[in-house]
């Protein structure tokens, strides 16, 4: 278990660091916003200076869409987990915990 806490606690600070460093001052809130525009050093910017980049590659772009993404469906994943745990704490306290059986 403590081993678990160490290698967690190394890698969020090996991540935090790196994000804080590879962005500097300009770190989005949520920090996988800070890979909308991930190109890997792929791709050029656009000649008609709308900031985007073109020529990207496909797997840099692939990254791109899963770090950002990742939190919603990591979220969207835990939703049936939480409605069971509410509905059974709702149904013990509506009908008491001598009359539930499972």
């Given at each position: 278990?403590?081993?678990g806490f160490?290698?967690?606690?190394?890698a969020?600070?090996?991540?935090?660091?790196?994000?804080?460093?590879y962005?500097?001052?300009?770190?989005?809130?949520?920090?996988?916003?800070?890979?909308e525009?991930f190109?890997?050093?792929?791709?050029r910017?656009?000649?008609?200076?709308?900031?985007k980049?073109?020529?990207?590659?496909?797997?840099?772009?692939?990254?791109?869409?899963f770090?950002?993404c990742f939190?919603?469906?990591n979220?969207?994943?835990?939703?049936p987990?939480?409605?069971v745990v509410?509905?059974?704490?709702?149904?013990?306290?509506?009908?008491g915990?001598?009359?539930v059986?499972?």
């Open positions: 278990f403590r081993d160490l290698v967690c606690g190394i969020f600070w090996v991540i935090g660091y790196v994000i804080a460093w962005f500097g001052d300009h770190i989005e809130q949520s920090a996988n916003l800070n890979w525009y190109v890997g050093g792929t791709g910017p656009s000649p008609n200076g709308s900031g980049w073109v020529d990207v590659a496909i797997w840099a772009r692939a990254i791109s869409i770090v950002v939190p919603a469906v979220i969207v994943s835990a939703y987990l939480n409605a509410l509905g059974n704490n709702l149904l013990i306290k509506l009908c915990p001598t009359e059986s499972f």
